[in-house]
């Protein structure tokens, strides 16, 4: 509770992710067991997190292998930190053992190499294939052994460089003809701007010059001056594929040599204000104190947000993130953009309703700024406007898939449950525009009223030989209760009802009810709880915010990992990089982003569908798609 009240009450969050404070590691190595340690010695102010990171461990590594511990450290006690990869000082490698959380990207960038060099020492892997932990991969010994010890490491190519008293990168980088980035990329071990006097650092001896997309233009432009200035507009096509080429900032190899500092802006409405009152009056009551749904979804949605941004933490670059309580208008929203806060960023992840998300591209979307849509699913927004990437899937989609997994079954009697409402109206005869085309047969789908008190002629359209598929276009608790007692009785039918996730959280429920339907419900995510991975992620987010992630803790997680990696690697035009159909696995299952012809330039909308159905046990399973 503590933790959610610490972020409720401010408006604005504004961080920058940067580099950890360094600890001095230990040398000295034992083996217990089999399993190799370093042996530390605790001082004063360090504590769990900040030794795991010195280490390159998880805290939960650090846990596991001193039981005895507590969350406070000891100064001078001694702990030992789990060793993770095996190395010989002879070798050309190290052979690194992946552990849970990594990602190609974060260990190429850990260590100092691109993409590229990871596939000539690992030439036996698949590209663009993720790496598993427990995995055994190669990486340079050279390189990883200069993160521990200051000494150069080939001076056939590099200046050894002792820092004296005054000394700065800057004057470093003027002295040697160099760019602070070669510096960094020669020291990957460097922390920020900060020199310390007697380190010794490695200055490239020939430097090399990745040239501007403006030098890259004149120098294009002087290969057609020659040329009759009647005959350019016929060059102008190849001209721009030579530009296009020249300058493939699509290319993994060139990462973070498009920009260096970069702006996101997260738009969520945290309900601030609504909060503080139900608090108050919570308090003076002498109730529990508890905060809305809502606000409690989006602090974990941005608590998953924040364990992700710790995986980009690299001296190199400025990445501002600012965090934005938007409320559930456009009032704070407007005067965002007004006052220019919103206009230079390269991602802007929200707003969760729909009228904001047309408000702001409206006012913003000129191509520049790509819009990370994780809540909205409405298919006319990505028709209407560009740069817009819809996480959860629209209801058109999951109308389909819902049809496409009955379409499976042998013999269904499929009954689609309607209301009064036009909203249920326009659901149910889309439903069964879908559904006509997988049965022919009239009988076999159906449409039932619903007006409030009980399902009209029920009676008549079960069948006691086949499977009885209801699909509920109703969705409050109250309707869906009496619905449910209506079926209930059905005690000699073979039952399924599809309804929405929601329904879960409903009290007037019976856990029976849901049970003898068989309760199926749609999501976008699929979490393995059964992975090392997901595990340590769960760990992690327990020990820095007190409770258990969620689905929108694992979608913030996915959600960031993935965009931000795009972004520091191809820069602020990482969306052309983008295939018409992109796909990506994240903790919270497959992602599949489809570019329809329909939509806006550079629009996507995810396409992944996963059903679930109750079991006898109360337990739910993965009916569909099957193959995951």
């Known amino acids: 509770m503590k933790k959610y009240l610490s972020v409720v009450i401010f408006l604005c969050l504004t961080f920058t992710v940067c580099a950890q404070i360094q600890i001095e590691r230990s040398t000295e190595k034992v083996i217990i067991s089999g399993q190799k340690y370093y042996m530390h010695t605790v001082k004063t102010g360090q504590t769990l997190y900040s030794i795991s990171r010195a280490?390159?461990?998880?805290?939960?590594?650090?846990?596991?292998?001193?039981?005895?511990?507590?969350?406070?450290?000891?100064?001078e006690s001694v702990i030992k930190i789990p060793i993770f990869n095996e190395y010989d000082s002879g070798s050309e490698h190290i052979i690194y053992v992946v552990r849970p959380g990594d990602t190609l990207y974060s260990l190429c960038r850990k260590y100092g190499i691109t993409l590229d060099d990871f596939y000539v020492i690992n030439d036996d892997l698949k590209k663009n294939t993720p790496l598993k932990a427990g995995q055994k991969i190669k990486l340079p010994s050279a390189i990883v052994e200069n993160q521990i010890t200051d000494d150069c490491i080939d001076t056939t190519k590099?200046?050894?460089?002792?820092?004296?008293?005054?000394?700065?990168?800057?004057?470093l980088a003027k002295k040697y003809s160099v760019t602070n980035e070669e510096i960094f990329d020669a020291n990957p071990s460097l922390d920020g701007n900060k020199l310390k006097v007697g380190m010794v650092l490695q200055i490239p001896k020939i430097t090399s010059h990745t040239p501007s997309y403006h030098e890259l233009f004149i120098d294009s432009l002087s290969k057609v001056n020659s040329k009759d200035i009647a005959s350019l507009e016929d060059e102008y096509i190849d001209f721009d594929d030579e530009i296009a080429e020249l300058k493939n900032y699509c290319d993994s190899a060139l990462w973070y040599k498009n920009k260096k500092d970069f702006k996101v802006a997260i738009l969520l409405p945290f309900d601030t204000e609504e909060n503080m009152k139900d608090l108050y009056i919570q308090d003076k009551n002498n109730k529990k104190q508890t905060i809305g749904r809502l606000s409690k979804n989006m602090l974990s949605f941005y608590n998953g947000c924040l364990l992700a941004l710790d995986n980009f933490s690299d001296p190199e670059i400025d990445l501002n993130i600012n965090v934005y309580d938007i409320g559930r208008g456009n009032t704070i929203l407007g005067n965002l953009i007004t006052e220019g806060k919103l206009s230079e960023c390269d991602i802007i992840i929200g707003p969760a309703f729909k009228s904001q998300v047309e408000f702001i591209n409206d006012r913003l979307n000129d191509g520049e700024i790509t819009f990370l849509l994780p809540f909205v699913s409405e298919d006319d927004i990505l028709k209407k406007y560009s740069n817009n990437i819809m996480f959860t899937p629209n209801n058109i989609t999951v109308k389909e898939e819902i049809a496409n997994y009955i379409s499976t079954l042998i013999n269904p009697n499929i009954i689609i449950i309607q209301g009064t409402g036009g909203e249920s109206i326009k659901a149910a005869v889309e439903y069964q525009k879908i559904l006509k085309q997988y049965f022919t047969d009239e009988n076999t789908v159906k449409i039932i009223k619903y007006d409030g008190k009980e399902l009209s002629s029920l009676n008549s359209i079960v069948d006691k030989n086949l499977e009885n598929i209801f699909i509920s276009t109703i969705f409050d608790e109250a309707s869906t209760t009496q619905i449910l007692t209506n079926l209930f009785p059905l005690k000699d039918y073979d039952i399924t009802f599809f309804g929405n996730e929601n329904m879960l959280n409903y009290e007037t429920i019976d856990p029976l009810y849901y049970s003898k339907v068989k309760f199926t419900y749609h999501s976008h995510s699929n979490i393995n709880y059964k992975s090392s991975v997901t595990e340590n992620f769960i760990l992690i987010f327990r020990d820095n915010f007190l409770h258990e992630p969620d689905n929108y803790a694992f979608c913030g997680y996915d959600?960031?990992?993935?965009?931000?990696?795009?972004?520091?690697?191809?820069?602020?035009?990482?969306?052309?990089?983008?295939?018409?159909?992109?796909?990506y696995e994240g903790l919270s299952g497959k992602f599949n982003?489809?570019?329809?012809?329909?939509?806006?330039?550079?629009?996507y909308a995810n396409k992944t569908i996963y059903l679930y159905s109750l079991q006898p046990d109360y337990s739910f399973k993965l009916i569909y798609p099957l193959n995951d």
Request: aromatic share 12%.
């Open 55 to 75: 280490y390159n461990v998880r805290v939960s590594d650090i846990k596991a292998a001193n039981p005895e511990i507590n969350e406070t450290l000891k100064p």
């Open 158 to 171: 590099y200046i050894c460089h002792l820092v004296i008293k005054g000394e700065t990168l800057y004057s």
């Open 559 to 583: 959600l960031m990992n993935e965009f931000i990696d795009l972004l520091l690697r191809h820069g602020k035009g990482f969306i052309d990089c983008l295939n018409k159909n992109f796909e």
């Open 593 to 603: 982003f489809v570019r329809n012809p329909a939509y806006g330039g550079h629009s």
